[in-house]
């Protein structure tokens, strides 16, 4: 069974970086077919996926044209786990972010982590 | 990108009652979409995938079917733990999206 716990703070300065870990326990981050995900969730904006990370005999990321510039997602191998890292935060960032593993269909996903960005 | 639309935002029903929710979407997906489940506090759980595959341990008054790009969940006699928020996804074309959701509430 595939279980995803995610850490990080829930409080983030504007303009600062927002950096959450997911940490993968019944897969493996370097899985040939999985995607790892996040996605963010918020009352104005819904369901947003923010980008992806995947291995096919070498490292993909993926990320959404709105945090492009922005945005990086970071696998670690030896902890069997993956990172996103937002940078320039502003208050529009806040939102629940959950990371998800992907074979077409997110499932599971982590718990979520509710993120505030305030100063 | 692929819109989804997701009719209607919120639906006020009972417990024994039929409840459809519909998705459609702004372009053809293949049939590749899925249906979620989220409650209060919790992620969103994957119920039917590919439109109509249930999942595992899913109850069987949950059913999907697709029609073109039209999408939509049955949820065939309402039990008191169904009231969530229902949301679809497609992911034939990147980027992934999703509808709005639907909040399901007791009547």
């Known amino acids: 069974q595939v279980e995803l716990q995610q850490s990080g703070p829930g409080l983030v300065k504007p303009s600062q970086t927002l950096s959450l870990t997911c940490a993968i326990s019944?897969?493996?981050?370097?899985?040939?077919?999985?995607?790892w995900n996040w996605i963010r969730q918020s009352p104005s904006r819904g369901l947003e996926w923010l980008g992806r990370t995947y291995y096919r005999s070498q490292w993909y990321n993926d990320y959404a044209m709105s945090v492009k510039s922005r945005i990086t997602i970071k696998s670690d191998t030896s902890k069997n786990q993956f990172s996103l890292h937002l940078n320039s935060v502003t208050p529009d960032d806040t939102a629940v972010y959950y990371c998800a593993r992907s074979n077409n269909w997110f499932d599971p996903w982590g718990q979520g982590t509710l993120v505030t960005v305030s100063s | 990108d692929i819109q989804m639309t997701q009719s209607p935002s919120s639906v006020s029903a009972s417990v024994g009652d039929r409840v459809t929710i519909t998705c459609r979407a702004s372009?053809?997906?293949?049939?590749?979409l899925a249906w979620y489940q989220q409650k209060p506090g919790k992620a969103p759980k994957l119920l039917i995938s590919s439109a109509s595959d249930l999942q595992s341990g899913v109850p069987s008054r949950f059913s999907g079917s697709a029609s073109g790009t039209d999408f939509t969940l049955t949820i065939s006699s309402l039990q008191p733990d169904d009231f969530a928020t229902y949301f679809c996804h497609q992911s034939n074309s990147f980027p992934p999206s999703f509808g709005q959701g639907t909040r399901l509430e007791v009547k």
């Open positions: 372009q053809g997906i293949n049939n590749f």
């Open positions: 019944g897969d493996s981050v370097s899985s040939n077919g999985a995607s």
